[in-house]
């Protein structure tokens, strides 16, 4: 096992996290999702790929959105609330925890909710990591005006449900 392959891997791990946290909606799924990044960094030739930390991305990305589409999943139905991981928000005052923690619950719960599992992965590429279209479009293997679509219909749905929840 090369040392540098592992540093790569460690220095994107958090962020690896993050992506899949944001699009599959569950920090356990998450967490596992990682693990297969790291089997599949592991199964690459490294000497082929031009930046470990897009490509680390780029896998974190296509594994999480293949799991919110998988047919094992769509068949799933949650026991009781989702409660967000506790290495996502946290904070020296327990009252500004609770509420980050309460506020990054119902943003991940509305993103699930609202958006497609395409809309959801361009949302949150762009708007959480701010990548460009260019790059959203390179990793879910569409085209970038595809990209921008996605990410405005996202942003329409989302802002819909801000203007009128209840008529969404």
């Known amino acids: 096992m090369s040392t540098a392959g592992l540093d790569e891997f460690l220095q994107a791990r958090p962020r690896l996290y993050r992506i899949a946290c ?13 693990q297969d990044v790291w089997v599949r960094w592991q199964r690459t030739d490294r000497s082929t790929v031009a930046d470990p930390q897009a490509f680390l991305a780029t896998v974190a990305s296509r594994l999480a959105i293949n799991l919110v589409q998988s047919a094992r999943r769509r068949h799933e139905t949650a026991v009781g609330p989702w409660l967000p991981d506790e290495r996502v928000a946290s904070g020296p005052d327990p009252q500004v925890y609770a509420e980050n923690r309460e506020a990054f619950a119902v943003a991940v719960q509305l993103l699930k909710d609202r958006l497609s599992p395409a809309e959801r992965a361009t949302y949150v590429l762009r708007e959480g990591f701010d990548y460009p279209y260019r790059e959203i479009a390179e990793t879910l293997r569409i085209g970038a ?9 996202a942003r329409d749905r989302l802002a819909q449900e801000v203007l009128a929840p209840e008529a969404v």
Request: glycine residues 4%; without cysteine.
């Open 145 to 153: 005006p595809n990209a921008r679509q996605l990410v405005k219909r």
């Open 22 to 34: 944001r699009i599959t909606g569950n920090p356990h799924e998450a967490e596992e999702l990682v």
